[in-house]
């Protein structure tokens, strides 16, 4: 839709919605915006409301609508002039459609066919949800009368992730009884709370085949939707991908069933390779969603129209990125850090101090972004503080900014950077850590690895270590365990566990 030009001072909210595709994907259901109030239309209260999977009209678009409260009241005014919009990441206008509605008449009004589905989770996925983020933004007009100044809102709206990877062993398998079901638990690494029990059981099929069955039941009645990816890891450790399913969960659905891609005949057939030692070995990434657990305002402006600052703020960390990704380019990034030329901030330790470019920091680090947006005190400053960190620490992580590379990493140093990474948010790097510490895993450090994952909450680290304390815990000395007990007995509690009854 074409976006039809305005004049005159408006009020605008920018709304962002993370996470998007884990939303519900039931029809009719909406997600409705923070209150926003506008004082240029007799202080009344409005919201948008969002429709992220279509309405009962239109099943195929996703459809938006400006919502008032105050319908009843007399101070409405009359008719109300705005326009609705989806914005991509650099800021520009994905969509847009402009309306003019009497809402003494019904409570709210708005686009039903906005954009299509396929379009926003599919083929124009990258445009449409940058970061999993669908970004909405309302304008609105004093219809035959001009504001007194512009007024902007930004608010975000977050539907909470929880995931979770694990290898699930079923030992003898090919002596399962029929019928006779298997479960594992899933829980949360937050706080060991049970979130899905998962059975497993083989029935009879056709022809005398032997299908192996799974049903699903959540723990964690917060779940609505979730989705998991199901691998089988053959003998030579790789994964053959069998099934990903999409659940939906609600009272009158509170359990989920799905076939495995393999039967038991097939499995058997292939032994050698699909049960090594009778062992069926399979692994689970999961994806739960606990619905909205989060709903700001997080800044209103009066009396500017900062868009096309913001925009070209976001413009230029963006241009950043492209360039940090350019490899002939990347190589005069790196010159500029090695030659110290035009930095405008230092990085100080209790020991040293450490030159870099703001503008680079904050396209790699969420955290430093924050540091140096215009509000932030450490903008105006060319130092920033990180006392917490050492010296190679500090170093190591500049080095992994400016040229995308985490060299010659040891567990010493590759836990101090995952730390680092964590509270930095510099993402790219944390996984990379994650990747070293998961291959160098040993009978020596295994303790301090679950130590370093459940501090971080990282269940995806924790998950890998129990998997290996359960194979060679046995193998582990006293000291090891000592530490463990003394830093965290729970957590000593379930490894031991672990140990002794999955073996």
Same mark, same amino acid.
């Given at each position: 839709?074409?976006?039809?030009?305005?004049? %005159?001072?408006?009020?605008?909210?920018?709304?962002?919605?993370?996470?998007?595709?884990?939303?519900?994907?039931?029809?009719?259901?909406?997600?409705?915006?923070?209150?926003?109030?506008?004082?240029?239309?007799?202080?009344?209260?409005?919201?948008?409301?969002?429709?992220?999977?279509?309405?009962?009209?239109?099943?195929?678009?996703?459809?938006?609508?400006?919502?008032?409260?105050?319908?009843?009241?007399?101070?409405?005014?009359?008719?109300?002039?705005?326009?609705?919009?989806?914005?991509?990441?650099?800021?520009?206008?994905?969509?847009?459609?402009?309306?003019?509605?009497?809402?003494?008449?019904?409570? %709210?009004?708005?686009?039903?066919?906005?954009?299509?589905?396929?379009?926003?989770?599919?083929?124009?996925?990258?445009?449409?949800?940058?970061?999993?983020?669908?970004?909405?933004?309302?304008?609105?007009?004093?219809?035959?009368?001009?504001?007194?100044?512009?007024?902007?809102?930004?608010?975000?709206?977050?539907?909470?992730?929880?995931?979770?990877?694990?290898?699930?062993?079923?030992?003898?398998?090919?002596?399962?009884?029929?019928?006779?079901?298997?479960?594992?638990?899933?829980?949360?690494?937050?706080?060991?709370?049970?979130?899905?029990?998962?059975?497993?059981?083989?029935?009879? %099929?056709?022809?005398?085949?032997?299908?192996?069955?799974?049903?699903?039941?959540?723990?964690?009645?917060?779940?609505?939707?979730?989705?998991?990816?199901?691998?089988?890891?053959?003998?030579?450790?790789?994964?053959?991908?069998?099934?990903?399913?999409?659940?939906?969960?609600?009272?009158?659905?509170?359990?989920?069933?799905?076939?495995?891609?393999?039967?038991?005949?097939?499995?058997?057939?292939?032994?050698?390779?699909?049960?090594?030692?009778?062992?069926?070995?399979?692994?689970?990434?999961?994806?739960?969603?606990?619905?909205?657990?989060?709903?700001?305002?997080?800044?209103?402006?009066?009396?500017?129209?900062?868009?096309?600052?913001?925009?070209?703020?976001?413009?230029?960390?963006?241009?950043?990125?492209?360039?940090?990704?350019?490899?002939?380019?990347?190589?005069?990034?790196?010159?500029?850090?090695?030659?110290?030329?035009?930095?405008?901030?230092?990085?100080?330790?209790?020991?040293?101090?450490?030159?870099?470019?703001?503008?680079?920091?904050?396209?790699?680090?969420?955290?430093?972004?924050?540091?140096?947006?215009?509000?932030?005190?450490?903008?105006?400053?060319?130092?920033?503080?990180?006392?917490?960190?050492?010296?190679?620490?500090?170093?190591?992580?500049?080095?992994?900014?400016?040229?995308?590379?985490?060299?010659?990493?040891?567990?010493?140093?590759?836990?101090?950077?995952?730390?680092?990474?964590?509270?930095?948010?510099?993402?790219?790097?944390?996984?990379?850590?994650?990747?070293?510490?998961?291959?160098?895993?040993?009978?020596?450090?295994?303790?301090?690895?679950?130590?370093?994952?459940?501090?971080?909450?990282?269940?995806?680290?924790?998950?890998?270590?129990?998997?290996?304390?359960?194979?060679?815990?046995?193998?582990? %000395?006293?000291?090891?365990?000592?530490?463990?007990?003394?830093?965290?007995?729970?957590?000593?509690?379930?490894?031991?566990?672990?140990?002794?009854?999955?073996?």
């Amino acid at each position: 839709m074409a976006t039809e030009g305005n004049e %005159g001072k408006y009020f605008s909210i920018d709304w962002k919605i993370e996470n998007l595709s884990y939303f519900s994907e039931n029809i009719r259901e909406r997600i409705e915006s923070p209150h926003f109030m506008v004082d240029a239309l007799n202080g009344m209260t409005w919201s948008l409301l969002v429709y992220p999977r279509g309405d009962k009209c239109n099943e195929d678009y996703i459809s938006a609508y400006l919502f008032t409260e105050n319908v009843d009241s007399p101070a409405l005014p009359t008719e109300v002039k705005f326009e609705l919009a989806l914005i991509g990441k650099d800021g520009s206008v994905l969509e847009s459609d402009v309306c003019e509605y009497n809402f003494k008449e019904t409570r %709210g009004y708005g686009c039903h066919r906005f954009a299509t589905l396929k379009d926003v989770y599919d083929t124009k996925r990258s445009m449409f949800l940058p970061q999993n983020t669908l970004t909405v933004r309302c304008k609105i007009w004093k219809k035959g009368e001009s504001m007194d100044q512009d007024v902007r809102y930004f608010a975000r709206t977050r539907i909470g992730v929880e995931k979770r990877s694990f290898l699930w062993n079923l030992e003898e398998f090919s002596t399962l009884e029929s019928e006779n079901k298997c479960t594992y638990l899933i829980k949360s690494p937050k706080n060991d709370e049970q979130i899905m029990s998962v059975d497993l059981f083989v029935t009879a %099929g056709v022809n005398c085949d032997e299908i192996i069955r799974f049903e699903l039941f959540p723990k964690d009645k917060t779940i609505k939707y979730s989705t998991f990816r199901l691998s089988l890891v053959d003998a030579s450790g790789n994964k053959v991908e069998c099934n990903q399913e999409e659940l939906w969960f609600d009272e009158e659905r509170e359990c989920e069933k799905f076939s495995f891609f393999f039967t038991r005949n097939k499995l058997l057939a292939n032994k050698r390779m699909f049960l090594p030692n009778d062992v069926l070995s399979l692994q689970w990434d999961w994806a739960f969603s606990k619905g909205i657990v989060l709903e700001e305002i997080e800044e209103v402006q009066y009396g500017c129209t900062s868009s096309e600052v913001k925009i070209s703020d976001a413009r230029e960390v963006n241009d950043i990125e492209e360039i940090l990704s350019s490899n002939p380019v990347l190589d005069s990034v790196k010159n500029l850090y090695e030659e110290k030329f035009l930095c405008d901030v230092h990085l100080k330790t209790s020991s040293g101090t450490f030159p870099a470019h703001k503008v680079i920091l904050s396209a790699s680090s969420s955290v430093f972004k924050t540091m140096f947006s215009n509000d932030a005190k450490e903008n105006n400053s060319e130092y920033v503080d990180i006392k917490e960190l050492d010296d190679d620490t500090v170093k190591r992580m500049l080095h992994y900014i400016y040229t995308s590379s985490a060299e010659d990493l040891t567990w010493e140093s590759a836990t101090g950077l995952y730390d680092a990474a964590n509270k930095y948010g510099i993402m790219s790097l944390k996984n990379a850590c994650i990747s070293y510490l998961k291959e160098n895993i040993s009978t020596s450090n295994a303790c301090e690895a679950l130590l370093l994952a459940d501090n971080q909450a990282d269940g995806d680290l924790k998950a890998a270590v129990l998997d290996y304390i359960v194979k060679h815990g046995k193998e582990m %000395g006293n000291s090891e365990w000592r530490l463990l007990m003394n830093s965290n007995g729970k957590l000593a509690a379930e490894a031991l566990y672990r140990l002794f009854y999955e073996n």
